[in-house]
């Protein structure tokens, strides 16, 4: 069984939880970006994607490393690992409830034609 660390989960979560913070991660997962280029490519202030590249660092899924006045970020260490399994096992509760409604509604059809065969 896996054992969930929930602060981690809820950082990582919150982290994947906006549409900017996911494309950056896309972004970061085709090239080493600065914040700068970041903020361009995602027509933001630097101010707001360094606020972003930090949520995602919080997270473990960016580092930054800064060189002279350039901040470079990267993915980060994080494989979000324990992130998929969690999600794995909620799809696999729901994947189990709906073969279960189909088997109820094949049930209805089933007892619907034989009803329908004795009225007729």
């Not at 809820?10 to 494309?23: I, P, Q």
């Not at 994607?49 to 473990?60: P, R, T, Y």
Request: charged share 35%; net charge positive.
């Amino acid at each position: 069984m896996v054992q969930y660390q929930p602060a981690r989960i809820d950082t990582s979560f919150n982290a994947l939880s906006d549409a900017t913070r996911r494309g950056v991660l896309e972004q970061l997962g085709r090239s080493d970006a600065s914040v700068s280029e970041l903020a361009r490519r995602f027509h933001m202030t630097l101010t707001g994607m360094k606020k972003h590249v930090s949520v995602l660092e919080e997270a473990g899924l960016v580092t930054t490393e800064k060189v002279g006045r350039i901040r470079t970020c990267r993915l980060g260490w994080r494989r979000l690992e324990e992130e998929a399994a969690w999600i794995e096992r909620y799809r696999q509760l729901w994947a189990a409830r709906f073969d279960a409604l189909d088997k109820v509604v094949e049930d209805l059809k089933r007892k619907g034609e034989l009803d329908g065969k004795r009225k007729g």
